[in-house]
């Protein structure tokens, strides 16, 4: 079992506001970071650290953390966004990593 | 932006190891990890090693069948994983510095397991 939790799927219209959390005890230590996944493709990092957003990533991309949950937030929902988001971090101990079992995001 | 460059597809019977390697196009000074994804599966982190220490840490469920390396003169980190079984049938990933600053990920390497 996974130390940290997603909601297994949802969904948005396209050019409106998601949010995808993910809880876990060791974020309150511990920042997240947040994958994009689409099928046949290698994770993409869209943020980490305290909100910290790659080169390259749409600023629609925002994260943030609150006690024991993080979330990634999309504004403005585009199609090519619609794939699986999961998020990762270290577990309790500190000395592993560990990810969520991933949100499907779909955009309608 | 460095490159990632992974070993190729591989299928092995049960019982068997295989061993990917991730050959990197500078000097290893992150942490490199290792993630695998199953059909239909989601990812699952498998283990990491500090280039520096050459000490690797593994993931509880993998701690008695993965080993993590690497070669300094030729810049690869090498994953090797033994007991295989078809539950194992997965896409490997290297990645460095996983989730941080110098995040960056090799293609994937497809395993397969069957008889």
């Known amino acids: 079992s996974s130390e940290l939790t997603q909601d297994p799927a949802v969904s948005v219209a396209l050019g409106q506001t998601v949010r995808v959390t993910c809880q876990g005890d060791s974020l309150r230590v511990y920042y997240a970071s947040w994958f994009q996944k689409k099928p046949g493709q290698a994770p993409v990092l869209v943020m980490y650290?305290?909100?910290v957003r790659p080169s390259g990533i749409p600023d629609r991309f925002s994260g943030s953390t609150s006690g024991t949950t993080s979330s990634l937030t999309i504004t403005g929902a585009q199609a090519e966004d619609e794939a699986d988001y999961y998020c990762n971090s270290r577990d309790s101990s500190g000395d592993r990593w560990v990810f969520g079992a991933g949100t499907k995001v779909t955009v309608l | 932006q460095v490159q990632l460059l992974q070993s190729g597809a591989e299928v092995k019977k049960p019982g068997a190891s295989v061993k990917v390697s991730c050959k990197t196009s500078e000097h290893i000074k992150f942490y490199m990890h290792w993630v695998r994804q199953a059909p239909g599966q989601g990812l699952e982190w498998m283990g990491n090693?500090?280039?520096?220490?050459?000490?690797?840490t593994y993931a509880h469920i993998f701690q008695d069948r993965v080993t993590v390396t690497t070669d300094s003169s030729s810049n690869t980190v090498f994953m090797e994983l033994r007991g295989l079984r078809s539950e194992d049938t997965a896409v490997y990933y290297c990645?460095?510095?996983?989730?941080?600053?110098?995040?960056?990920w090799g293609p994937g390497t497809l395993v397969i397991v069957s008889s």
């Open positions: 650290g305290k909100n």
């Open positions: 090693i500090n280039p520096t220490s050459g000490s690797a």
């Open positions: 990645a460095r510095d996983l989730g941080a600053t110098r995040d960056n």
